[in-house]
Structure formats: C-alpha cells, structure tokens
C-alpha cells in the first residue's frame, strides 16, 4: 500500500511563488513515476507536470517556465512561480508502482491565486 500527502497550498497574489510537496510512503521505489495533477472548478483533471521512470521531466504547456517538478528520496515537489489566477485549482500528487502499474493519488491541496 501506498499513502500520499500533499501540502504548502494556500492563497497568494497574482506574480507570488507556492512549492507544494508529496511525501510518499509505502511500498514505493525511487524510479517510481510520480506526478502532479490539477483540477479546476468545472474542469477535467489535467496534467501539470511528471517526473518518469528515469527522471526525464514533462509539463504541461501552460506551465513551461514557471513550474518545477523535483523529487528528493521519497518526497516530490513542485515549485510554483509566476502565478496567475488560471492556476487556481486542487493539486493532486500522483504516483504509479513500477511493478505492478497501480496509480495511487493525494487528497489533494488547494491552491488560490488571487488579489
């Protein structure tokens, strides 16, 4: 079994900087993919960024430039800057078991971008 807590979401202005972390725990490998997610209000769960089986990154377009994803031991985390209100949204953390191919995700953080 696997467990994933986010935290570090919040509210900030328009222009502010957030890092939302992930700390995994289980049974997880290093090599695991693992990922962040995000879902607006109305709007379908999207990919905001990924780190994959080999560290190779992947962003979503919207994001380039601003966003960071990292991971340290079992711990991932997306730096966030640059931030506009079109960001508003839950982030999910999200990690699949590289033996057996299960997802597994987070609760969930909020995240609000606001004046």
């Known amino acids: 079994q696997v467990q994933l807590v986010e935290s570090g979401g919040g509210l900030v202005q328009p222009g502010g900087s957030l890092k939302l972390s992930c700390a995994a725990s289980?049974?997880?490998?290093?090599?695991?993919?693992m990922g962040w997610y995000r879902q607006a209000p109305g709007k379908q769960r999207e990919l905001v960024a990924a780190l994959d089986n080999s560290g190779s990154t992947t962003y979503a377009d919207s994001v380039k430039g601003r966003f960071t994803i990292s991971r340290d031991k079992d711990t991932m985390f997306l730096q966030m800057n640059n931030l506009s209100p079109r960001d508003t949204a839950v982030y999910y953390c999200?990690?699949?078991?590289?033996?057996?191919?299960?997802?597994?995700w987070g609760q969930g953080t909020q995240v609000t971008v606001s004046s």
């Open positions: 289980g049974s997880i490998f290093s090599f695991d993919p």
């Open positions: 999200h990690l699949q078991t590289w033996s057996t191919g299960t997802d597994y």
